[in-house]
């Protein structure tokens, strides 16, 4: 994978980013990917969320900063409330 470009608050920015999503509970890493800089952080939601699960517990809360916010993360967490 290449790192690239984006620009958040007129300010340049080179390299990757990193998508992941963690137990609150007790800091294991439950899935994670890297994507270009550019690429826009709400598409990841469903597959932090979904490769989260590892066992049949559903999980209780989402907690995502205002990258991952957005109407189509909205309606799939509420078409997959019991995840």
């Known amino acids: 994978m290449e790192s690239d470009w984006t620009v958040k608050n007129d300010e340049p920015h080179y390299g ?6 963690v137990d609150v509970n007790h800091g294991f890493i439950l899935a994670t990917t890297l994507t270009p800089a550019s690429v826009n952080d709400s598409n990841f939601l469903p597959y932090c969320t979904l490769y989260s699960r ?3 517990q559903p999980l209780e809360k989402v907690y995502a900063d205002k990258g991952y916010f957005g109407k189509p993360n909205r309606e799939f967490l509420s078409m997959n409330r019991d995840l």
């Open 16 to 21: 990757l980013k990193e998508h992941a999503s």
């Open 54 to 56: 590892h066992t049949k």
